[in-house]
């Protein structure tokens, strides 16, 4: 019987290598790291950096074969940004200076339109109150399988019995299809660095069976 667990962070290597692999063909990752032959590795480095940072409240949800794992953020009022302040104090803070240097090292001249891209990404997430799906990510040879469904499971029917709003970002079309079966629906569109395609979706709670 599959059984879907609570991971912690003394997994981040492996949970960071699953998503490495998961999302190493995804179009958005395709753009924001454009060397094929150093994509999977910096994908990797990138994960372990925001897992690294995730905030307070966060939850990882998986198999406990390592072939599926979803990356929930909970519910909270501001969304730090990126790349550094959107005012004029010019003030960033440490993780913030830090990432930054990552990302320059990863990717060069490229880093800043990537970073803006991201930033805005995450400035457009919906203003209510809600889970953030931040990654879903299974396996290439573990998908098809019905993973992601069930790994999803026991957040979206958290969301359910307390009455709360889950939300994503599709980077892929490929995977619209499969969120809407699980009960998301689409804000609409936006396009991010050469055209990829960013599908919004969110989900609303769903009354209890009578």
Known sequence: MLEIVRMGLERKEQIASIWADAFELDPLMKWVFPDDAARRGS?????????????????LHGTRADGC????????????????????????????????????ELLGDLAPSRMEALGQMQQARLSEPHWYLAALGT?????????????????LERCDRIGELAYLESSNPANVGFYRRHGFESLGEFTLGDGVLITPMSREPRPPLD
């Open 43 to 59: 994908l990797k480095r990138w994960w372990e950096f925001m897992l690294d940072h995730s905030p307070a409240g966060t939850e």
């Open 69 to 104: 794992v979803a990356y929930w953020q909970p519910p909270r009022k501001e969304v730090p940004a990126l790349t550094g302040p959107q005012d004029d104090s010019n003030q960033i803070s440490d993780w913030q200076a830090r990432y930054m240097a990552m990302m320059t």
């Open 139 to 155: 396996s290439p040879g573990r998908q098809s399988k019905g993973l992601g469904g069930k790994v999803l499971a026991p957040m």
